[in-house]
């Protein structure tokens, strides 16, 4: 027994085609720009995975700390995210330090001590403990101790820069795989 279709078949015109297509083209376009992270988050993801290639002497700790100089804005709600994550059986502990007694205070107990641009007003010591190794946004190359950079290449891309002497001086071992992806920070000027 066939079951007729009664009544008029839908017919799309043209337009309603258009604005169909157009609906899901714009609802793509808002989706992808509200899913692109900021140029904070991305620099807190590369500081996030330095710990990944990086071996410290004093890993006896259950905790690794990530201490943070002067974070504020979007910069401090990423590293909020990551508090408590696991690394390589670790648990990150992100530190606060918003000012020089905070750092002067907190800087031995630190594994990786971050330094973004919001925090280059703040006075790090001229010596830095050893197994910390400092990696700081290229607007604050002016710190003598800065073993890693992330700054912002002409075609817009971030740019690991480290140092190896300056590596090799904090006692840390840092993985080849690491040191391939990165420039060599003497080498900033050009």
Not at 46 to 60: Q, R
Not at 118 to 136: H, R
């Amino acid at each position: 027994m066939k079951v007729a279709y009664r009544g008029r078949p839908r017919r799309y015109t043209p337009h309603l085609k258009l604005r169909i297509v157009l609906a899901i083209f714009l609802s793509f376009a808002f989706y992808s720009a509200s899913a692109r992270p900021s140029e904070s988050a991305l620099r807190v993801a590369f500081v996030y995975n330095f710990f990944k290639f990086i071996e410290w002497p004093n890993a006896d700790s259950e905790q690794f700390h990530l201490c943070v100089i002067g974070a504020r804005g979007d910069t401090r709600k990423t590293l909020q995210t990551m508090e408590g994550r696991k690394l390589q059986g670790r648990e990150l502990a992100v530190d606060y330090l918003d000012s020089e007694t905070q750092i002067n205070a907190s800087l031995g107990e630190c594994n990786l001590l971050y330094l973004p641009a919001s925090g280059g007003d703040l006075i790090l010591p001229e010596i830095l403990p050893l197994g910390v190794l400092l990696v700081a946004d290229a607007e604050t190359l002016d710190q003598p101790n800065v073993c890693i950079a992330l700054r912002r290449s002409a075609d817009s891309r971030i740019e690991i820069l480290i140092d190896k002497e300056r590596v090799l001086a904090t006692g840390v071992i840092m993985s080849s795989q690491l040191l391939k992806l990165a420039r060599n920070l003497r080498e900033r000027t050009g």
